[in-house]
Protein backbone atom coordinates (compact mmCIF):
# COMPACT_ATOMS: atom_id res chain seq x y z
CA UNK A 1 0.00 0.00 0.00
CA UNK A 2 2.72 2.12 0.71
CA UNK A 3 6.49 2.10 0.84
CA UNK A 4 8.56 3.95 4.07
CA UNK A 5 12.06 3.58 4.89
CA UNK A 6 12.03 3.74 8.58
CA UNK A 7 11.38 7.34 8.88
CA UNK A 8 10.83 7.60 12.26
CA UNK A 9 13.40 6.54 14.72
CA UNK A 10 11.91 6.82 17.99
CA UNK A 11 12.11 3.95 20.39
CA UNK A 12 9.25 2.83 22.13
CA UNK A 13 9.27 1.23 25.79
CA UNK A 14 6.19 -0.61 27.55
CA UNK A 15 5.93 -1.54 31.14
CA UNK A 16 7.08 -4.73 32.08
CA UNK A 17 3.61 -6.08 32.23
CA UNK A 18 2.55 -5.30 28.91
CA UNK A 19 5.55 -7.23 27.32
CA UNK A 20 4.39 -10.10 28.10
CA UNK A 21 1.14 -9.87 25.49
CA UNK A 22 2.50 -7.11 23.44
CA UNK A 23 5.86 -7.23 20.93
CA UNK A 24 8.04 -4.36 21.44
CA UNK A 25 8.93 -2.34 18.43
CA UNK A 26 12.15 -1.35 17.33
CA UNK A 27 10.71 1.91 15.91
CA UNK A 28 7.22 3.63 15.28
CA UNK A 29 7.28 3.92 11.94
CA UNK A 30 8.91 1.53 9.71
CA UNK A 31 9.16 -0.02 6.50
CA UNK A 32 8.62 -3.84 8.98
CA UNK A 33 5.22 -1.90 10.11
CA UNK A 34 3.81 -0.56 7.05
CA UNK A 35 4.14 -4.00 5.10
CA UNK A 36 2.18 -5.72 8.12
CA UNK A 37 -0.98 -3.04 6.74
CA UNK A 38 -1.87 -6.18 4.59
CA UNK A 39 -3.03 -8.00 7.33
CA UNK A 40 -6.11 -5.90 7.12
CA UNK A 41 -7.06 -7.90 4.25
CA UNK A 42 -7.95 -10.54 6.54
CA UNK A 43 -9.40 -8.59 9.57
CA UNK A 44 -11.24 -6.16 7.56
CA UNK A 45 -11.27 -6.82 3.97
CA UNK A 46 -14.32 -5.01 3.24
CA UNK A 47 -13.32 -1.59 4.96
CA UNK A 48 -9.72 -2.31 2.74
CA UNK A 49 -11.55 -2.25 -0.15
CA UNK A 50 -13.89 0.65 0.36
CA UNK A 51 -9.95 2.27 0.93
CA UNK A 52 -8.67 1.17 -2.15
CA UNK A 53 -11.46 2.18 -4.44
CA UNK A 54 -11.54 5.67 -2.97
CA UNK A 55 -7.67 5.59 -3.63
CA UNK A 56 -8.82 4.73 -7.41
CA UNK A 57 -11.56 7.69 -7.65
CA UNK A 58 -9.17 9.92 -6.29
CA UNK A 59 -5.92 9.84 -7.82
CA UNK A 60 -7.96 8.77 -11.58
CA UNK A 61 -7.15 11.63 -14.11
CA UNK A 62 -9.81 13.88 -14.36
CA UNK A 63 -10.62 17.52 -14.56
CA UNK A 64 -6.76 17.31 -13.03
CA UNK A 65 -4.04 15.28 -14.43
CA UNK A 66 -2.51 12.30 -12.19
CA UNK A 67 0.77 14.74 -12.11
CA UNK A 68 -0.94 17.43 -10.82
CA UNK A 69 -2.81 15.75 -8.35
CA UNK A 70 0.08 13.70 -7.25
CA UNK A 71 1.88 16.98 -6.38
CA UNK A 72 -0.91 17.98 -4.48
CA UNK A 73 -1.16 14.94 -2.51
CA UNK A 74 2.24 15.22 -1.72
CA UNK A 75 1.79 19.28 -0.17
CA UNK A 76 -1.22 17.35 1.94
CA UNK A 77 1.41 14.66 2.90
CA UNK A 78 3.20 17.84 4.73
CA UNK A 79 0.14 18.99 6.74
CA UNK A 80 -1.08 15.97 7.66
CA UNK A 81 2.63 15.23 8.91
CA UNK A 82 2.80 11.47 7.78
CA UNK A 83 6.32 10.21 6.70
CA UNK A 84 4.57 7.63 5.14
CA UNK A 85 3.13 9.53 3.00
CA UNK A 86 5.79 11.84 2.05
CA UNK A 87 7.79 8.72 0.82
CA UNK A 88 5.00 6.89 -0.84
CA UNK A 89 3.77 10.55 -2.60
CA UNK A 90 7.52 11.45 -3.85
CA UNK A 91 7.64 8.34 -5.55
CA UNK A 92 4.42 8.66 -7.22
CA UNK A 93 4.62 12.47 -8.05
CA UNK A 94 8.29 12.02 -9.60
CA UNK A 95 7.37 8.50 -11.57
CA UNK A 96 4.23 10.67 -12.99
CA UNK A 97 7.05 13.13 -14.20
CA UNK A 98 6.76 16.08 -11.02
CA UNK A 99 10.50 17.81 -10.89
CA UNK A 100 12.14 18.40 -7.75
CA UNK A 101 11.55 22.41 -7.68
CA UNK A 102 7.55 21.79 -8.13
CA UNK A 103 7.43 19.61 -5.29
CA UNK A 104 9.34 22.00 -3.21
CA UNK A 105 7.18 24.44 -4.64
CA UNK A 106 4.44 22.22 -3.24
CA UNK A 107 5.77 21.67 0.52
CA UNK A 108 6.32 25.62 0.98
CA UNK A 109 2.49 25.94 -0.23
CA UNK A 110 1.75 23.31 2.56
CA UNK A 111 3.87 25.05 5.38
CA UNK A 112 1.99 28.65 4.49
CA UNK A 113 -1.53 26.82 5.32
CA UNK A 114 -0.27 25.42 8.23
CA UNK A 115 0.96 29.15 9.34
CA UNK A 116 -2.33 30.52 7.86
CA UNK A 117 -4.94 28.13 10.19
CA UNK A 118 -3.29 28.79 12.92
CA UNK A 119 -3.41 32.64 12.53
CA UNK A 120 -7.19 32.66 11.25
CA UNK A 121 -7.95 30.62 14.55
CA UNK A 122 -6.58 33.06 16.59
CA UNK A 123 -9.75 35.28 15.87
CA UNK A 124 -11.28 33.18 18.29
CA UNK A 125 -9.03 33.82 21.09
CA UNK A 126 -9.21 37.57 20.29
CA UNK A 127 -12.93 37.39 20.52
CA UNK A 128 -12.39 35.46 23.69
CA UNK A 129 -9.34 37.91 25.56
CA UNK A 130 -11.85 40.91 24.35
CA UNK A 131 -14.78 39.21 26.74
CA UNK A 132 -17.08 38.70 23.63
CA UNK A 133 -19.53 35.79 23.80
CA UNK A 134 -18.35 33.21 21.41
CA UNK A 135 -21.34 30.92 20.05
CA UNK A 136 -20.45 30.34 16.55
CA UNK A 137 -16.63 29.94 16.25
CA UNK A 138 -16.76 29.87 12.37
CA UNK A 139 -19.02 33.10 11.78
CA UNK A 140 -18.55 33.54 8.32
CA UNK A 141 -17.60 36.59 6.80
CA UNK A 142 -15.35 37.87 9.99
CA UNK A 143 -12.47 40.11 9.52
CA UNK A 144 -9.32 38.35 9.71
CA UNK A 145 -7.49 38.87 13.01
CA UNK A 146 -3.86 39.29 10.75
CA UNK A 147 -4.43 43.56 11.81
CA UNK A 148 -5.16 43.32 15.46
CA UNK A 149 -2.73 40.70 15.67
CA UNK A 150 0.09 42.48 14.17
CA UNK A 151 -0.75 45.73 16.31
CA UNK A 152 1.32 43.37 18.68
CA UNK A 153 3.68 42.19 17.04
CA UNK A 154 4.46 43.81 13.86
CA UNK A 155 7.81 42.02 13.09
CA UNK A 156 5.78 38.90 13.35
CA UNK A 157 2.96 39.40 10.82
CA UNK A 158 5.65 41.10 8.50
CA UNK A 159 7.45 37.80 8.63
CA UNK A 160 3.94 35.71 8.20
CA UNK A 161 3.29 37.86 5.11
CA UNK A 162 6.69 37.63 3.55
CA UNK A 163 5.75 33.63 4.10
CA UNK A 164 2.47 33.73 2.18
CA UNK A 165 3.93 35.78 -0.81
CA UNK A 166 6.92 33.59 -1.56
CA UNK A 167 4.95 30.47 -1.01
CA UNK A 168 2.30 31.70 -3.33
CA UNK A 169 3.95 33.48 -6.00
CA UNK A 170 4.46 32.83 -9.42
CA UNK A 171 6.94 29.91 -9.96
CA UNK A 172 7.46 26.31 -11.68
CA UNK A 173 3.75 25.60 -10.50
CA UNK A 174 1.04 27.46 -11.79
CA UNK A 175 -0.92 30.04 -9.73
CA UNK A 176 -4.39 27.73 -10.06
CA UNK A 177 -2.16 24.12 -8.79
CA UNK A 178 -1.28 26.44 -5.85
CA UNK A 179 -4.58 27.57 -5.27
CA UNK A 180 -5.72 23.90 -5.65
CA UNK A 181 -2.64 22.42 -3.37
CA UNK A 182 -3.78 24.95 -0.73
CA UNK A 183 -7.58 23.88 -0.59
CA UNK A 184 -6.40 20.41 -0.28
CA UNK A 185 -4.15 21.68 2.61
CA UNK A 186 -6.85 23.76 3.65
CA UNK A 187 -9.43 20.57 4.65
CA UNK A 188 -6.64 18.09 5.70
CA UNK A 189 -5.97 20.96 8.42
CA UNK A 190 -9.49 21.14 9.33
CA UNK A 191 -9.83 24.76 9.34
CA UNK A 192 -12.71 26.27 7.76
CA UNK A 193 -11.46 30.12 7.97
CA UNK A 194 -8.54 28.40 5.53
CA UNK A 195 -11.70 26.64 3.25
CA UNK A 196 -14.20 29.91 3.13
CA UNK A 197 -10.59 32.03 1.73
CA UNK A 198 -9.22 29.15 -0.15
CA UNK A 199 -11.70 28.57 -2.48
CA UNK A 200 -13.06 31.17 -3.91
CA UNK A 201 -8.82 32.16 -4.58
CA UNK A 202 -8.76 28.61 -6.61
CA UNK A 203 -11.66 30.00 -8.52
CA UNK A 204 -10.09 33.40 -9.10
CA UNK A 205 -7.04 31.76 -10.03
CA UNK A 206 -8.59 30.04 -13.21
CA UNK A 207 -9.63 26.85 -11.35
CA UNK A 208 -12.66 25.04 -12.40
CA UNK A 209 -15.37 23.80 -9.58
CA UNK A 210 -14.24 20.37 -10.99
CA UNK A 211 -10.68 21.03 -10.44
CA UNK A 212 -11.31 22.38 -6.92
CA UNK A 213 -13.35 19.07 -6.14
CA UNK A 214 -10.98 16.80 -7.21
CA UNK A 215 -8.69 18.57 -5.24
CA UNK A 216 -10.73 17.85 -2.52
CA UNK A 217 -11.18 14.49 -3.06
CA UNK A 218 -7.25 14.41 -2.76
CA UNK A 219 -7.03 15.62 0.57
CA UNK A 220 -9.68 13.52 1.68
CA UNK A 221 -7.71 9.96 0.43
CA UNK A 222 -4.41 11.74 1.56
CA UNK A 223 -6.36 11.96 4.95
CA UNK A 224 -7.14 8.28 4.98
CA UNK A 225 -4.17 7.26 3.78
CA UNK A 226 -2.36 8.79 6.75
CA UNK A 227 -4.70 6.63 9.09
CA UNK A 228 -3.81 3.52 7.24
CA UNK A 229 0.12 3.59 7.20
CA UNK A 230 0.05 4.42 10.42
CA UNK A 231 -2.33 1.52 11.08
CA UNK A 232 0.58 -0.74 10.65
CA UNK A 233 1.94 0.12 13.57
CA UNK A 234 -1.19 -1.44 15.35
CA UNK A 235 -0.96 -3.82 13.23
CA UNK A 236 2.46 -5.31 14.19
CA UNK A 237 1.45 -4.84 17.93
CA UNK A 238 -1.86 -6.88 16.84
CA UNK A 239 -0.17 -9.50 14.72
Not at 12 to 39: G, I, N, V
Not at 93 to 110: F, H, K, N, S, Y
Not at 195 to 222: C, D, N, Q
Request: overall charge neutral; glycine content about 8%; some cysteine.
Amino acid sequence: MYSARGLCKHRRRFPQDEQDFMSKPDSLCSASHLAKTALFAEWAPAALKGFQALASGAFAAGALSVKDKEIIAFACAHVLRCPYCIDYHHGLATGAGATRDELTEAVWVAIAMAAQAPLAHAGIALRLLDGEPVEAFYAAGRPSPEAALGAATPAALQGYEALQAAAFAPGVLSAPLKALAAVACAHNLRCAFSIERTVPAALAAGASKAAVAEAIFVAIEMAAGACLGHAGLAAALMA
